[in-house]
């Protein structure tokens, strides 16, 4: 009898999440951020690949036999900071595979659980003035006159660049441009999220002549977006994330992209997991 109830029980469910994730014909839309090396970008082929995009295929295995999903039913969309959230508004993709968790944001999506301790760092020339360098290790007094900083348009970002005292603040289209207008001195520093400043150094040679700062200016989640109003499809995300990191799959996927978690790190996903 219970079996047949839980069974019944579960069948309903699925359907709600269907319901509300899933397009008409069985389709999952998911979109992802296409130049965010190593946390989310395209491969040579064109296919999306990084740590977020892992995560997200993780929680899809999971939670496809909830609703009713084959493999050749879910489809991948590049997004842009631009765009993201529109897409997702518009219910273009249903699910945003990577966004930092803001009040803001809060009024008209929902959030999973986090996937990452994101947190905005800041990339400058190796030359830099010392008073700027000082000033920015600091987060305390003004900025050397005429400072120009570069960040994402439309990203959270923005906000942390206002609050440095004296910088003009200049929108870029990408991380590639915000990172390029440092090397050609069009911008002092850039501002964005620290991991994907630290992996475009790294894998660049040519960019020895430019420095990610020690210090994060921001803590901020990062999560997978959802239109608000899907309770029951972030329910059915949020219980394979505590799954992956109860079961520490989620370990190899960040060795992979980030190297070895420090005790913070583990920290963070241990205390993410939810009890069933």
Known sequence: MWTSILGAALMIFAAAVQAQIVEPGGRLVIGYHADARP???ENESGKPVGYAVEICQKVVQ???AEVGLGDERISWVPVTSANRLD????GSIKVLCGEPVTLSAGKEFSFSMPVFQGGV????????????????ARGSGPLPQDQRFAVVGGSPTQAVARQQQGAQVTPVKDYAQGVQAVIERKASVFFADRSVLLDAVRR?????????????????????????????ARLAVDRALSRLYRDGEWRAIYVKWFGEPD?????????SALPE
């Open 39 to 41: 946390f989310s970008y």
């Open 121 to 136: 760092g800041a990339l400058v020339r190796a030359d830099a003035p010392a008073a700027l360098l000082d000033a920015l």
């Open 204 to 232: 660049n040679p040519s960019f020895d002549t430019l420095k990610v700062m020690d210090r994060r200016f921001t803590t901020a989640p990062v999560a997978i977006a959802l239109k608000r109003g899907n309770d029951d």
């Open 62 to 64: 999971t939670a496809k």
């Open 87 to 90: 897409l997702l508004r518009k």
């Open 263 to 271: 005790a913070d790190t583990v920290a963070f996903f241990r205390l």
